[in-house]
């Protein structure tokens, strides 16, 4: 059993940092990859970010510049520094790890970037 835990979202001003976090725990030999989702009501899930064991990272444009994903294999953590936040930056994010062929996602945490 896999357990996908994310936290550290909330209410911020535009212009203001968060920073997540995900914590997966249970039976896993290696985590290849780490990433982040978001996803308004209603629209697709996208990708914000993602991050492989190696270290080699990927952003979706909209992102670039203001978030960064890191990762802690020991602790089979990743992060998500989200700074200058925008208004349109207002979804619900979701943690996702890839172990082999297996994909798990976390129960999703609220992000309001308030003008």
């Known amino acids: 059993q896999v357990q996908v835990v994310e936290s550290g979202g909330g209410l911020v001003q535009a212009g203001g940092s968060l920073r997540l976090s995900c914590v997966v725990s249970?039976?896993?030999?290696?985590?290849?990859?780490m990433g982040w989702y978001r996803q308004a009501s209603g629209k697709q899930r996208e990708l914000v970010a993602s991050?492989?064991?190696?270290?080699?990272?990927n952003y979706a444009d909209s992102v670039k510049g203001r978030f960064t994903i890191s990762r802690d294999n020991a602790k089979n953590t990743v992060y998500l520094q989200m700074n200058s936040l925008k208004p349109e930056d207002t979804d619900v994010y979701y943690c996702?790890?890839?172990?082999?062929?297996?994909?798990?996602w976390g129960q999703g945490t609220q992000i309001t970037v308030q003008v």
């Open positions: 249970g039976r896993i030999f290696r985590i290849n990859v």
């Open positions: 996702n790890v890839r172990v082999g062929s297996l994909s798990y």
């Open positions: 991050i492989i064991t190696g270290g080699s990272t």
